[in-house]
């Protein structure tokens, strides 16, 4: 297994993780655990989708990580102004 392999592996992994607890409702979908494992997982699919060339999954895990990346911060920072 090569290290694109590795990083798209781990990442969709975790994509599917957040995807399987929030259907069986232990996750909450704009909960940080959900955010953060969709950051990371789509970063890493990203990541092996550049080292492959594939640039339509780079644009598609690109945008995803992004996203949840604004979200993630946008709760952070209500959670910080609420103390």
Do not use: K, Q
Not at 42 to 55: D, E, H, K, Q, T
């Amino acid at each position: 297994m090569n290290v694109a392999d590795l990083l798209g592996t781990v990442g969709v992994g975790l994509l599917l993780l957040a995807f399987v607890l929030d259907l069986l409702d232990w996750l909450e979908e704009d909960g940080s655990v959900y955010l953060a494992l969709n950051l990371i997982g789509a970063g890493l699919a990203c990541s092996a989708a550049w080292l492959i060339g594939f640039v339509p999954f780079v644009v598609l895990e690109g945008c995803w990580a992004l996203v949840s990346a604004i979200a993630l911060a946008r709760r952070w920072h209500r959670h910080r102004r609420r103390r």
